[in-house]
């Protein structure tokens, strides 16, 4: 199967709204990042972990490699937050990414 | 500091043209990746450069595809005889430890 998983695939949210969005690993990372790719298609980087749990205003990712999952949160969702959500774990010498989550927050 | 550099911004290409895709990693950073982004296949790894040596090029396709890194200031990926299946949004990233740090991408359109 696929290295990283991710989950959902697509997700529409109301302003004000929580959600949390998953990628689950075939095998052990090292580590996991979490982008966000805004309309003009940038890639900006949200986390990178190594394990534990980190948080910045209304995001929150967790890493468990031995669980093999990472969980970026997402808090009173905003407009600007609409994009494609990417995590990307390390495998090896390689980065391999999610497929991606499109999130659609609304008013 | 000005992040990754990536030019054109757009190249539109006609079937059977060469394209060179240019990236300027961030100074100082020693490992450089290069991507690729379709609606269909989503992001996918092309290739990487450690030190400016090349260390994994399996994502990239066999035929017209090659990527060098003459420097440790850019590093540019060519493709030969442009196909229509290859147009795509190229994505460069650079990092000195696991941090991918990425540029705004050359979207190439071959016609």
């Known amino acids: 199967g696929m290295p990283v998983e991710q989950n959902p695939p697509a997700l529409s949210l109301y302003e004000g709204a929580d959600s949390g969005l998953r990628c689950n690993f075939s095998t052990t990372m090292k580590s996991v990042q979490w982008f966000q790719q805004n309309h003009r298609g940038r890639l900006i980087t949200l986390f990178y972990l190594a394990q534990g749990t980190k948080e910045n205003g209304r995001l929150k990712s967790t890493f468990n490699s031995k669980e093999r999952y990472s969980t970026l949160h997402i808090k009173d969702a905003q407009l600007e937050d609409s994009g494609t959500y990417f995590c990307?774990?390390?495998?090896?010498?390689?980065?391999?990414f999610g497929t991606g989550t499109r999130l659609q927050v609304s008013p | 500091n000005a992040g990754v550099i990536q030019t054109p911004r757009h190249k539109v290409t006609g079937k059977g043209q060469e394209a060179t895709l240019w990236c300027e990693p961030i100074s100082g950073h020693s490992a450089v990746f290069w991507y690729r982004q379709t609606i269909v296949q989503g992001l996918e790894f092309l290739t990487y450069f450690r030190n400016q040596a090349p260390i994994d090029d399996s994502g990239m396709p066999k035929e017209r595809f090659s990527a060098q890194m003459p420097n440790q200031s850019h590093s540019t990926l060519k493709i030969q005889s442009t196909q229509p299946q290859d147009s795509a949004v190229y994505l460069c990233a650079s990092s000195l430890t696991e941090r991918l740090f990425f540029g705004h991408g050359t979207k190439l359109s071959v016609l």
């Open positions: 990307a774990a390390e495998a090896g010498d390689k980065v391999v």
